[in-house]
């Protein structure tokens, strides 16, 4: 799989791209997602860190480095979307649920899931057949 993705935030003002094959696409349990995102789990699609950029409206972007954790979310100033986050090992997590509003609600099948990291953590439990490491 080596493909180019594109998706905007929700008012338009930036846009992303994202290149070539993603290191992960996973559900994340970890303690970090959901302290900087403010969520049970974390829908992801990881790529190393120079192969997602910006690829208009870098004006319009916001950069949050959380306090006490190896992380960063970066989102739009204007409308409040989260482009994506970073995460201790550098990597640029980008959300499944935005792939997907910006695919016509479908999310392409070499991003989907196949498996749960940090599933020893979670809270909520989720009951499919994927790999739960």
């Not at 979307?81 to 016509?104: D, H, P």
Request: glycine content about 6%; some cysteine; charged content about 25%.
């Amino acid at each position: 799989m080596s493909n180019n993705y594109r998706i905007q935030c929700d008012c338009g003002a930036v846009e992303l791209e994202m290149t070539g094959t993603p290191r992960v696409q996973a559900f994340c349990h970890c303690e970090d997602c959901r302290a900087l995102l403010d969520v049970p789990y974390h829908s992801i699609v990881a790529w190393d860190s120079e192969r997602v950029e910006i690829a208009s409206g870098k004006a319009h972007v916001v950069e949050y480095k959380y306090p006490t954790l190896e992380m960063t979310r970066v989102f739009c100033r204007h409308c409040g979307e989260t482009l994506y986050n970073t995460n201790a090992m550098g990597w640029r997590l980008v959300s499944q649920l935005l792939i997907r509003k910006c695919n016509n609600g479908e999310l392409p099948g070499e991003l989907q899931s196949n498996a749960h990291f940090y599933y020893d953590r979670r809270i909520v439990d989720i009951d499919d057949e994927l790999p739960k490491g």
